[in-house]
C-alpha cells in the first residue's frame, strides 16, 4: 500500500550530490513530492528531506540504493506520524481587505498565521503548519482574492531524544576501523 | 614527502604511477592535449595503448581489470571523447569492475557556455559512475585521483570517472602524493557478524538438499580457496552465474554448472527442490531467477554480500552475512560440521546424463552437416587445456562458450554479463592479453557483435597483441534470432546480415587470418591458430540457424527448462 514516507538522508556537501540522489528516484519512476536541504546541527553535514508516496518495499529498496551513494553518510526513513514535520506558508493579500470587513483578521486569528509585513498595497501572512493546514488558510483566503502563495517543502525531526545520525557516526567510526 | 613543482598533467601521471599503474588505455583530443603531452616523458613507466575508439579504450580497461584484479585506466578527450565511454562505464557499474577514467574538460571558464567540444560529463556519467568528479584546479588532483582509486577498488568496486579542465592540467603546483585509505561517508565493507554467521551455520549443517550459487563477489573477494574449502567441508554442490564462471575448476565434483535462462539442467531444476540456497557474491539477476515469485520456494535462503542494496532487493534472505565474501566464508567454514549429500549430488548427476543425451552431445560433437558453435568451443577449450583466457561477446556464442569451455583458474572467463553489451570481446580481449601476456587469450564473438568494435584490429596490429580471434559466424543476429524463431513465429525481422569478407579485412589490417567451413578443417586451423606467434582471425562459418538449449522462457520459472523446443 502506498503511503507518505519522509526520506532523511545525511551526506557530504559536494556539489552534484543533489543530481545523484534525484537520479535513485527518477530512475525508478518516483516523483518526489517535497525536498528541502541545508546544513544539519553537526557542520559540514548537509541534510536532505525528502517526502514520497510509495510502498514501503520500494522505499526500504531506494533507501539501499542512496546509501550506496558515496557522499551520503546515512539516509533513514519513517511514516509520516513517525516524525513531527512542518512546512511554512506565505500569502499575499490586498491591504484594502483588511480595512473592508474585520473577516481576513479573524481568518488570521483562528489559523494561528501571523502578519509579516503590512504595506500600503498588501500584507504578507505567514503560518506553519502540515500541509494540509496550511492549504485550508489558502482555501479561507482565496474567496478574497490570494494575489501569491508559496509554500515551502517539509522539515521533519525524530520524536527520538537525539539526533539519529550522532549515534550512527560512532559507529560507523568504529567500522571504518574494523575494516583494513 | 618531498614537494615536486609540477604541472597538473605530470600531476596526473605521477600520481597514476603512485597508485601502480602499468597500462592506460585511450584516445587523445584538443581538452586532454596537455596530459597527453606529460605522458610524452613517461614512456618508460607506463604503457599506453591507443585503441581507435574509446568504446574500445575502456572495454579493454574492463579486461584488463577482469584479469589481474587491479583497476582499469583510461583516457579520453571532452565532448565526444567522454560520451563514447558511456558504453563501458555502464557495463563496469552493472558488472561491479574497478575502473578510473579521467576525460579531459574544457577550460574552467568556458564550464556551461557550450564550448567546442564541451559536454557535461559529470552529469551524463552520474547514473553509470561509482563516483565522479570535476577537478578545476591543479591542486585537487592528487586528492582526486588518491580517492578514485580507493572508491573504484574497495567495496563493491566500480568505475570512476574525474574530469579535469584544461586549465587545470596546465597549472603548476606543488605536487604531494597521499593514498587515500579512508572516507568517512563511505564504508567498503561491513566487518563480518559473528552471529549472523552462526544462523547461517545452523541452516547449513540442518539441510538436506542445500545448494551454493556463486557469483563475481567470490572472483573480486580474491575467496575462490575459501568457496572450494567451503563446498568440500560440506559437500554441498555449487553452480555458479556467468560472472562466477571460473571461480571454481570446471572439474570439480562439487561445480554442477551454470545458473539461469541457458544454465545447466541440474542447478535450474534443482533450485526449485532444494531446501537451501547459500547465496556467495551474487544478486539474484532476472536471468538467474527467472520468475521470482516461483524461485526456490521449498529453500531457505543464506546471502552472503557485500553490498547491504542487495540484500532482500529480489530474493528475501532468512539469513544474510553482510561483508567480503573471503572473510564470510572463512568464518563460515570454522562454524559449519563436515558432511555429505551424495544423494542429493546423485539428482545433479542424473540431470547432468539427461542434459547430455538431449542436449550436449549434439552440440559437441555434432553428427549433422553444419559446424555448431559447441565443437568449435569444445575443440579450442581442449587444445589450450583450460589454461587460456576466453574471453565472449553477447549472444549465441557466449552462452555456448560459457556452458562448454572449460577452466582451471579464476579470472579466466572475461564476459559482459550484467548489460550484455555487443562489441565487447574484442577490445575486452585487448586488455586481458595486456593483463596477462603469459596466457592464451581468445576473443570470441559472433559476425554481429565482432563488427561492433571490429576497428580494434588495428590496435592489436599495431601493438601486435597477440589474440586469438575466433568469429563464429552464422551471418544472423543469432540469439535474437533464436527469440524471432521461438517466440514471434520466424518473423525474422531485420537480423539477416550480409557480412564483409573477414579473413579480407584482418589481412588488410596486417592480421593472419583463416576461415573454415567444414568440420574435417576445423581441428587443425584452430591448431594453427594457436601455433602461430601473433594476433591470429578464425572465421568459422557455422549452422545459420541453431539454437540455445536448455533455455528458461523469460518469464517462466527455473524449473520449466526447456531441454528442446
Redesign the interface.
Known amino acids: 500500500m502506498k503511503q507518505n514516507y519522509i526520506i532523511t538522508i545525511f551526506s557530504e556537501n559536494h556539489i552534484g550530490l543533489l543530481s545523484r540522489i534525484t537520479i535513485v528516484f527518477t530512475r525508478r519512476k518516483i516523483n518526489i513530492d517535497s525536498l528541502t536541504v541545508s546544513e544539519s546541527a553537526i557542520p559540514g553535514i548537509f541534510k536532505f528531506t525528502i517526502v514520497i508516496n510509495e510502498t514501503k518495499d520500494r522505499v526500504e529498496k531506494v533507501v539501499g540504493q542512496l546509501e550506496k551513494i558515496v557522499d551520503v553518510i546515512k539516509a533513514f526513513y519513517n511514516t509520516e506520524d513517525e516524525m513531527i514535520h512542518q512546512e511554512i506558508a506565505l500569502y499575499k493579500v490586498s491591504t484594502e481587505l483588511l480595512y473592508e470587513s474585520d473577516k481576513i483578521e479573524k481568518i488570521v486569528r483562528n489559523s494561528g498565521a501571523r502578519i509579516l509585513e503590512i504595506t500600503r498595497e498588501y500584507i504578507v501572512i505567514e503560518k506553519t503548519g502540515h500541509k494540509d493546514e496550511t492549504q485550508q488558510l489558502f482555501e479561507e483566503l482565496a474567496p478574497f482574492g490570494v494575489m501569491q502563495f508559496i509554500r515551502s517543502g517539509r522539515i521533519a525531526i525524530t520524536r527520538s531524544i537525539i539526533e539519529k545520525l550522532s549515534e550512527f557516526l560512532k559507529v560507523r567510526d568504529s567500522l571504518l576501523e574494523q575494516v583494513d | 614527502m618531498a614537494t615536486k613543482r609540477v604541472s597538473g598533467s605530470e600531476a596526473v601521471i605521477l600520481s597514476l604511477l603512485e597508485e601502480g599503474v602499468d597500462t592506460i588505455w585511450g584516445y587523445p583530443g584538443g581538452a586532454i592535449m596537455p596530459i597527453y603531452d606529460a605522458l610524452y616523458d613517461y614512456d618508460q613507466q607506463v604503457t599506453h595503448i591507443l585503441t581507435r575508439h574509446e568504446q574500445g579504450a575502456i572495454h579493454a580497461a574492463e579486461g584488463y581489470a577482469r584479469v589481474t584484479g587491479k583497476a582499469g585506466v583510461c583516457f579520453a578527450t571532452s565532448g565526444p571523447g567522454a560520451t563514447n565511454l558511456i558504453t563501458g562505464l555502464a557495463d563496469a557499474q552493472i558488472d561491479s569492475i574497478p575502473l578510473v577514467c579521467i576525460t579531459g574538460q574544457v577550460a574552467s571558464p568556458l564550464l556551461g557556455t557550450d564550448a567546442f567540444q564541451e559536454s557535461d560529463v559529470?552529469?551524463i556519467t552520474?547514473?553509470v559512475t561509482?563516483?565522479?568528479f570535476?577537478v578545476t584546479q591543479a591542486e585537487e588532483i592528487p586528492e582526486a585521483i588518491a580517492k578514485a582509486f580507493h572508491?573504484a577498488t574497495t567495496g563493491r568496486p566500480g568505475p570512476v570517472l574525474l574530469d579535469i579542465a584544461k586549465d587545470a592540467q596546465f597549472a603548476q603546483f606543488d605536487f604531494e602524493y597521499k593514498k587515500c585509505t579512508?572516507?568517512?561517508?563511505?564504508?567498503?565493507?561491513?566487518?563480518v557478524d559473528p552471529f549472523a554467521v552462526k544462523d547461517a551455520a545452523e541452516l547449513i549443517d540442518a539441510a538436506k538438499k542445500p545448494l551454493l550459487l556463486f557469483g563475481h563477489g567470490v572472483i573480486l573477494g580474491g575467496a575462490e580457496a575459501e568457496l572450494k574449502e567451503f563446498i568440500e567441508k560440506t559437500g554441498i554442490p555449487a553452480a555458479w552465474t556467468l560472472l562466477g564462471l571460473s571461480a571454481l575448476p570446471s572439474d570439480h565434483p562439487l561445480n554442477v554448472g551454470m545458473l539461469g535462462m541457458h544454465g545447466n539442467y541440474g542447478p535450474n531444476i534443482k533450485t526449485n527442490e532444494a531446501d537451501l540456497i547459500i547465496a556467495v557474491g551474487m544478486r539474484f539477476d532476472d536471468r538467474v531467477t527467472g520468475k521470482v515469485s516461483a524461485y526456490a520456494p521449498n529453500a531457505k535462503i543464506i546471502h552472503l554480500e557485500i553490498?547491504?542494496?542487495e540484500?532482500?532487493?529480489i530474493i528475501k534472505a532468512d539469513v544474510a552475512v553482510l561483508g567480503n565474501a573471503k572473510k564470510s566464508l572463512r568464518l563460515l567454514i570454522d562454524n559449519v560440521k563436515p558432511n555429505k549429500h551424495e544423494a542429493w549430488l546423485n539428482e545433479f548427476r542424473e540431470c547432468d546424463k539427461i542434459e547430455h543425451e538431449k542436449v550436449i552431445d549434439k552440440d559437441l560433437y555434432p553428427t549433422k552437416p553444419g559446424l555448431t558453435m559447441g565443437e568449435v568451443v569444445r575443440i579450442a577449450s581442449e587444445k589450450t587445456n583450460g589454461d587460456a583466457i576466453l574471453v565472449t561477446d553477447v549472444g549465441q556464442q557466449q552462452m555456448i562458450a560459457s556452458r562448454y569451455f572449460k577452466f582451471k583458474q579464476s579470472r579466466s572467463n572475461v564476459t559482459s554479463g550484467g548489460l550484455g553489451t555487443m562489441g565487447y570481446s574484442l577490445p575486452a580481449a585487448m586488455g586481458a592479453k595486456i593483463g596477462r601476456p603469459d596466457r592464451t587469450v581468445f576473443a570470441m564473438a559472433g559476425d554481429g557483435g565482432f563488427q561492433m568494435t571490429i576497428q580494434e584490429l588495428g590496435t592489436i596490429s599495431q601493438y601486435g597483441i597477440d589474440l586469438k580471434i575466433i568469429v563464429l559466424n552464422n551471418n544472423f543476429l543469432g540469439m535474437v534470432r533464436q527469440w524471432q524463431q521461438l517466440f514471434f513465429e520466424k518473423r525474422y525481422s531485420f537480423t539477416e546480415l550480409k557480412n564483409p569478407d573477414f579473413v579480407g579485412i584482418a589481412k588488410a589490417y596486417g592480421l593472419e587470418a583463416a576461415k573454415v567451413t567444414s568440420r574435417d578443417q576445423l581441428a587443425d586451423a584452430i591448431q594453427k591458430m594457436l601455433d602461430h606467434k601473433g594476433p591470429y582471425l578464425l572465421e568459422v562459418v557455422v549452422e545459420k540457424e541453431d539454437n540455445v538449449f536448455p533455455m528458461v522462457p523469460a518469464g517462466a520459472s527455473v524449473s520449466d527448462i526447456l531441454l528442446e523446443p
Open positions: 559529470v552529469g552520474m547514473p561509482k563516483w565522479n570535476q572508491i579512508k572516507i568517512r561517508s563511505y564504508l567498503p565493507e561491513y566487518p553490498d547491504p542494496a540484500i532482500n532487493k
